[in-house]
């Protein structure tokens, strides 16, 4: 399993991708809702993974992994400029994957999926698994600020993923 994991560390090391998480972090230090750090990254990460051998969809977990860590790296420039952050981030994805081994289509795929994740795409698709699992990955359910928070009652998630 670790050998399997060999190309996103790239990414987890990288002082770039540190250096933003942490300016995301700093940015939303005082949010009272959803945060988008390493903590909300991994769920979803791991909530894709499930969906996908549960499905049997063709992506290796590091592809998977890859897309999950990098797909709230827009946040950065949303809560800066207020550019939506699924497109915002796809240079900064593009940055990063660079310094991997995934192939050149994988990458594609990983920032398709990145770019995707608010709206979801085909089934099974790498954005739809992504989409799902960033929902699923909310605990609307048990969240302190449900009351004053800003989605709909049918975009929050209110029940336990899996």
């Known amino acids: 399993m670790i050998e399997e994991m060999k190309r996103i560390q790239p990414i987890l ?36 993974a499930l969906l996908a051998v549960e499905r049997g969809a063709p992506y290796a977990r590091d ?13 950065l420039e949303q809560y800066t400029t207020g550019a939506p952050h699924a497109q915002a981030g796809l240079p900064m994805a593009r940055e990063l994957l660079r310094e991997t081994a995934f192939t050149a289509r994988e990458q ?28 699923a990955s909310r605990m609307c359910f048990a969240c302190a600020a449900a009351d004053t928070c800003y989605w709909p009652e049918a975009r929050r998630n209110a029940t336990v993923f899996l």
Not at 63 to 75: E, N, T
């Open 13 to 48: 090391h990288s002082p770039r991708y540190r250096d933003w998480l942490r300016r995301i972090d700093e940015l939303e230090a005082g949010r009272i809702y959803c945060r988008h750090g390493l903590p909300h990254l991994l769920d979803v990460a791991r909530i894709a």
């Open 108 to 135: 594609q795929q990983i920032l398709h999926a990145i770019g995707r994740h608010r709206t979801g795409d085909a089934p099974d698709s790498l954005a739809q698994l992504l989409h799902e699992a960033d929902h």
């Open 63 to 75: 592809q998977i992994y890859a897309a999950a860590l990098l797909h709230d790296l827009g946040r």
